[in-house]
């Protein structure tokens, strides 16, 4: 089992629509989540991050955390083309606090 | 905002040739971390680094790879004889600690031919 899931996509929505993202993790210990988006050719930039369950938001972004489900969800309100991106959710764990990355959704805003 | 300044932003080197990746983390930051991104796959663990030495190293992390952090900046990735599936995007991050998450620089982007 992967220790972190996601849906590949491409998912594709329309301009001003909610985009949801969705990711599982297959350890218990883990402690911190993060969605990071990445631009192709550049490097991953953090847009959030959520230790509790339930939900976190920050502008048109909110995150999701279900431990009891091992899930974490990012929400895209409002979308907009400068959002199509790739959405990579991370884990972290243990004392170093390494992070483990999904293998990303491709998001596309159509105008 | 402070930076994670990562150089040379493009490498290309011959296989078997050794190669020097440079990163600069943010001043403040404690931990110290090595990714790879081959292209159109996934970001990978490498190495972290805290208090001047390794503090876990992934199996990707063979004899090839070293860091070291010389002059109390700087931050290098060493691989000694460079392989053609060493070629991948490198980043460098860091973090004060793990409610922050990573400051990624902006990679350097390998090329073994």
């Known amino acids: 089992q992967k220790e972190v899931e996601q849906n590949s996509g491409p998912l594709s929505v329309p301009e001003g629509a909610i985009a949801s993202l969705n990711c599982t993790y297959s350890?218990?210990?883990?402690?911190?989540f993060f969605w990071y988006r990445q631009y192709s050719g550049k490097s991953p930039e953090l847009i959030m991050s959520i230790y509790s369950n339930g939900d976190k938001e920050d502008g048109r972004f909110t995150a999701q955390l279900n431990k009891a489900s091992q899930y974490v969800s990012l929400l895209i309100r409002d979308s907009q083309p400068s959002d199509s991106a790739t959405y990579l959710c991370?884990?972290?764990?243990?004392?170093?606090?390494?992070?483990?990355f999904g293998k990303g959704t491709l998001l596309t805003v159509n105008p | 905002e402070p930076e994670v300044t990562q150089t040379p932003s493009h490498q290309v080197t011959q296989m078997g040739q050794e190669v020097i990746l440079r990163c600069v983390p943010i001043s403040n930051h404690l931990y110290f971390y090595w990714y790879r991104q081959i292209l159109g796959q996934k970001v990978e663990f490498l190495v972290s680094?805290?208090?001047?030495?390794?503090?876990?190293k992934s199996e990707i992390f063979d004899d090839q790879f070293s860091v070291e952090r010389p002059d109390g900046s700087n931050f290098t990735l060493k691989i000694r004889s460079t392989k053609l599936e060493d070629s991948a995007m490198y980043f460098c991050a860091s973090t004060p600690d793990r409610d922050y998450g990573y400051t990624f620089g902006s990679g350097t982007r390998l090329t073994v031919v």
């Open positions: 991370a884990v972290m764990k243990g004392s170093n606090y390494k992070l483990t």
């Open positions: 680094f805290y208090n001047n030495e390794i503090s876990e």
């Open positions: 350890d218990r210990v883990s402690q911190s």
